[in-house]
């Protein structure tokens, strides 16, 4: 596996345990699917934190709340910095 792909797993991992501590959320990182895409209720409607519909190939941080809200930030071409800024920017105004 890609060095900078293991990074981003493990930038995910250690997300996930701050805001599951926190606010019982949860942070993934993943690489959008047509699968994934085929299983949401209304893929056209499905947007990412900038407004963009979500795309197979692209990257993302997925978050889920404690209530099952999911939110995807595209982190598509970030360094592993940047991709966890991404997420606490969405996620401060959020939880």
């Known amino acids: 596996m890609d060095k ?3 990074n981003l797993h493990f930038a995910a ?4 345990a701050l805001i599951q501590r926190t606010s019982g959320a949860h942070c993934r990182y993943f690489v959008m699917d ?18 963009n519909r979500l795309m197979a190939g692209d990257q993302y941080m997925i978050i889920t709340c404690a209530n099952g809200y999911l939110y995807y930030v ?10 966890c800024a991404e997420v606490f920017q969405l996620i401060q105004n959020k939880f």
């Open 74 to 83: 595209n982190i598509s071409g970030d360094s592993v910095l940047t991709a």
């Open 13 to 16: 991992h250690q997300i996930d």
């Open 4 to 6: 900078h792909i293991q």
């Open 34 to 51: 047509d699968e994934y895409l085929s299983n949401l209720a209304y893929p056209e409607l499905s947007r990412d934190n900038n407004g």
